[in-house]
């Protein structure tokens, strides 16, 4: 598509959003589901999955939904909730009653909604928070796993720790899960915290976090 046509395209439909009072389930539908990407090749490990890597490039349809995820994020973030409220939290503890599958590909799609529109994210939020409490183990898990990538994003926007406080103190203290399987998927988004969001790792190691270029200076 032409980049000034699709460009055109994208500030008609966020004034038209933003002339909504609420979005119609099936344009929230086709907004996030722009954000779905290939499932990682059955040979290559969960933990190699690159949420991002579309391969040869963004099609338009993704960075018109970006834009508009975007500029429409206040506007939007209450249906953005709705839609993931049927999809998140299960109702039943049974493990034979969870939909595993479902569930890790609605929570692949909150971290691809949170690396475009960390914002549109504010009423979803509370729901991983209730997520890292429930009973069932591997809900605990996937919601762990899905805050953890969150929290090691590299986005100048917005840090999660900072910006939703009251779910990541929720995440902290899984590192005492009764559960060894989610204190393990707790200990796997550690790298990606030390790496790429400083701020966020005393509350992590428990202890302050030395930045030697940064005493010399001060002293």
């Given at each position: 598509?032409?980049?000034?046509?699709?460009?055109?395209?994208?500030?008609?439909?966020?004034?038209?959003?933003?002339?909504?009072?609420?979005l119609?389930?099936?344009?929230?539908?086709?907004?996030?589901?722009?954000?779905?990407?290939?499932?990682?090749?059955?040979?290559?490990?969960?933990?190699?999955?690159?949420?991002?890597?579309?391969?040869?490039?963004?099609?338009?349809?993704?960075?018109?939904?970006?834009?508009?995820?975007?500029?429409?994020?206040?506007?939007?973030?209450?249906?953005?909730?709705?839609?993931?409220?049927?999809?998140?939290?299960?109702?039943?503890?049974?493990?034979?009653?969870?939909?595993?599958?479902?569930?890790?590909?609605?929570?692949?799609?909150?971290?691809?909604?949170?690396?475009?529109?960390?914002?549109i994210?504010?009423?979803t939020?509370?729901?991983?928070?209730?997520?890292?409490?429930?009973?069932?183990?591997?809900?605990?898990?996937?919601?762990v796993?899905?805050?953890?990538?969150?929290?090691?994003?590299?986005?100048?926007?917005?840090?999660?720790?900072?910006t939703?406080?009251?779910?990541?103190?929720?995440?902290?203290?899984?590192?005492?899960?009764?559960?060894?399987?989610?204190?393990?998927?707790?200990?796997?988004?550690?790298?990606?915290?030390?790496?790429?969001?400083?701020e966020?790792?005393?509350?992590?190691?428990?202890?302050?976090?030395?930045?030697?270029?940064?005493?010399?200076?001060?002293?």
């Amino acid at each position: 598509m032409n980049k000034d046509i699709e460009h055109l395209m994208t500030n008609i439909l966020i004034h038209l959003i933003d002339e909504c009072d609420s979005l119609p389930v099936p344009v929230i539908e086709t907004i996030v589901a722009q954000f779905t990407r290939r499932q990682p090749p059955k040979d290559k490990k969960k933990d190699q999955a690159d949420l991002t890597a579309f391969g040869s490039g963004y099609p338009a349809a993704y960075t018109m939904a970006k834009s508009i995820c975007q500029d429409c994020a206040d506007h939007m973030s209450r249906d953005i909730a709705a839609y993931f409220a049927d999809l998140l939290v299960p109702d039943s503890t049974d493990d034979e009653d969870v939909e595993i599958e479902n569930l890790t590909k609605s929570h692949r799609l909150v971290n691809e909604l949170y690396l475009a529109s960390p914002h549109i994210l504010s009423n979803t939020i509370p729901l991983l928070e209730a997520e890292l409490q429930h009973e069932n183990t591997d809900v605990r898990i996937l919601a762990v796993e899905c805050v953890g990538k969150m929290a090691g994003a590299r986005i100048s926007s917005a840090n999660f720790a900072i910006t939703y406080s009251s779910c990541w103190n929720v995440w902290l203290a899984r590192r005492n899960d009764k559960s060894p399987s989610v204190r393990v998927k707790w200990l796997e988004s550690i790298p990606d915290i030390f790496a790429n969001n400083l701020e966020a790792v005393n509350d992590v190691a428990g202890t302050k976090f030395r930045r030697p270029w940064l005493t010399k200076k001060e002293n």
